[in-house]
């Protein structure tokens, strides 16, 4: 039976001497890998659209343990990502992240739409590269089941104005009273929390050009960070390994 389905590529690997061996998250059938035969020759026909990144109508036909790609339309290359070796790394943490968190065959429309809006902002060098990747975070936790609680206290209700800690193992705010409850929270200023609610209910392009202080990134940058390392079956990523040692 043959499938087609819209996908963003998120993985590609050498499966044989031409082949190569696909990881897609696609609007239909989720997450699938596939063998997308004669692509590692030069003059394939699939070659463009099977590379990385790549936002693709593709055409799959099921075997028996592994899909087939019969066809791939290329519909967006997000090629200016290439262009910059920053937007480059992080966008393959963005794929790092969906690809840890996505199961076999198991839709999520919400978070294939918001990846593909967030690789085509952030190809555009005007959009704050911060911004967009700690909105992604948040909403990519939320769309994933994991929405940190950043409106009381998870232990008690409490909705205290200020003092806050935030738990990544009791999943968000601790008050000042229920601070012993989690040794490890991680103090998150006022300005930090407003940050962290108004990134996760506004529309991501409308947050594109949105300048956050080093101070807001970096301290919503380590909560964020944190909370996916404890609910997302993942403790380092590759790509940030890179961008560290740069």
Known sequence: ????????????????????LLVIFTRKLGKVSAVAKGARNPKSVLLSGVQPFCYSDFVLYKGKSLYTVS???????????REDLDRLTYAAY??????????EGQTNNRLFNLLGKTLLIMSNPEAELNTVLRAFEIKF??????????????????????????SPKEGGLLCSNCHSIDYKAIKMSDYTLKLAK????KDISEIQKLKISNFLNLELSKVLKEYIFVHINKQSFKSLDIIEKI
């Open 71 to 81: 066809q791939c339309d290329v519909k967006q290359s997000f090629y200016k990502l």
């Open 141 to 166: 936790l939320h769309y994933s089941g994991y929405t940190p609680q950043l409106n009381d206290c998870v232990n008690c209700g409490s909705t205290q104005q200020t003092g806050w800690k935030f």
């Open 1 to 20: 039976m043959l499938i087609k389905t819209a996908g963003i590529v998120l993985k590609n690997s050498k499966f044989n001497e031409n082949d190569s």
């Open 198 to 201: 108004y990134l996760l209910v």
């Open 94 to 103: 963005l794929l790092e992240l969906v690809s840890a968190e996505t199961r």
